[in-house]
């Protein structure tokens, strides 16, 4: 199992930046992929940005330019940093880790339990 934890949601001005991070703990053999998700009220859960094990990043349109994703292998942790924040970008963000328990086995998906980021004046 891999339990994942999220920090750094909170009460933003819009035009701010926020910094969000994902820490993965638990038993497994390795982490693939580490990716972020929001979804507001009444929407669908939509992805934000997704980075590879080997650093390769992808970002929805929407966030293109304005929100970066990084990670640290050593410490198991993603981040996203979110700047020029807008009040329609108010959710839940989650983090969602895909893993491996043995070499080259299956691949398991994991979701944190979401930190709300609330964008408003």
């Known amino acids: 199992q891999v339990q994942l934890v999220e920090s750094g949601g909170g009460l933003v001005q819009p035009g701010g930046s926020l910094r969000l991070s994902c820490v993965a703990s638990?038993?497994?053999?390795?982490?693939?992929?580490m990716g972020w998700y929001r979804q507001a009220p009444g929407n669908q859960r939509e992805l934000l940005a997704i980075?590879?094990?080997?650093?390769?990043?992808n970002f929805a349109d929407s966030v293109k330019g304005r929100f970066s994703i990084s990670r640290d292998n050593a410490k198991n942790t993603v981040y996203l940093q979110m700047n020029s924040l807008k009040p329609d970008e108010t959710a839940v963000y989650y983090c969602?880790?895909?893993?491996?328990?043995?070499?080259?086995?299956?691949?398991?998906?994991?979701w944190g339990q979401g930190t709300q980021v609330t964008v408003s004046s």
């Open positions: 980075i590879t094990s080997g650093g390769s990043t």
């Open positions: 969602k880790v895909v893993a491996r328990h043995t070499p080259g086995g299956a691949l398991y998906v994991y």
């Open positions: 638990g038993s497994f053999f390795s982490i693939n992929s």
